[in-house]
């Protein structure tokens, strides 16, 4: 009964590499979200996708992030030419789709020096 | 204030005595959920309770939700030490014809239970 795994678990990038961050949603889930944390605060929703669509990525930055949820394997949220800014914890969730509660993964730190 | 605010900040009680956070939003809301997060790791989902209940229950976690009042209640019983965490509330949009998708997170209420 696996819940919702992310890799890397700890991702140490300098500044100008790219990040990149994996996630398998929950088995029978087909909806994958992603929200980043800051210190000390909540968590910002970043983008929702279904198998092969971006439904909403309203709270993405528009430069240097993407994000995509091929037919097979997991999704990635990819970040180009990290900056100092960009580190965070980055939670993915999945859920059933609609209204339904939102399981999370255990979270990728990314740390950018 | 931001949808999804936590109320207090944080708190310290004892082993064995109730903790109550509370949650207040802005907008009309389809579900509300809560969320704990120990330091450094993932959210673990505890409850979601949707707009048109009132009381809802697991184990020893009850919820409320007032929606005239636009705020929610954790109550959390005969609290143990390894409750110690930080708990989240987070509200989506849905009822106000937004999306149910998109949660609202506030900044959380730190729980500490000294053992």
């Known amino acids: 009964n696996a819940g919702v795994m992310q890799n890397p678990r700890h991702l140490v990038r300098r500044r100008g590499q790219e990040a990149r961050l994996r996630c398998s949603p929950m088995?029978?889930?087909?909806?994958v979200y992603w929200y980043r944390q800051l210190p000390e605060e909540g968590l910002k929703f970043m983008v929702y996708?279904?198998?092969?669509?971006?439904?909403?990525e309203s709270g993405m930055p528009k430069e240097r992030f993407s994000a995509e949820f091929p037919k097979e394997g997991p999704s990635i949220l990819r970040i180009q030419q990290v900056v100092r800014g960009d580190s965070a914890a980055y939670f993915c969730?999945?859920?059933?789709?609609?209204?339904?509660?939102?399981?999370f993964g255990p979270g990728t730190r990314l740390l950018v020096l | 204030s931001q949808q999804g605010e936590e109320d207090p900040q944080a708190l310290s009680i004892q082993e064995g005595e109730n903790a109550t956070m509370n949650c207040s939003y802005k907008?009309?809301?389809?579900?509300l959920q809560w969320y704990r997060q120990n330091s450094g790791r993932g959210l673990v989902h505890l409850i979601l309770?949707?707009?048109?209940?009132r009381e809802k229950h697991s184990g020893r976690l009850r919820v409320t939700l007032d929606t005239s009042k636009k705020s929610s209640s954790l109550l959390i019983t005969a609290s143990r030490a390894a409750d110690t965490a930080s708990y989240f509330c987070?509200?989506?949009?849905?009822?106000?014809?937004?999306?149910?998708?998109?949660?609202?997170f506030g900044k959380g209420t730190l729980l500490t239970v000294n053992p």
């Open positions: 969730a999945s859920s059933s789709g609609g209204p339904r509660a939102q399981y």
């Open positions: 088995k029978g889930h087909s909806h």
């Open positions: 996708l279904q198998k092969e669509n971006i439904i909403d």
């Open positions: 907008t009309s809301i389809n579900n």
């Open positions: 309770i949707r707009s048109n209940e």
């Open positions: 987070a509200t989506d949009a849905g009822g106000s014809g937004g999306s149910n998708y998109k949660l609202t």
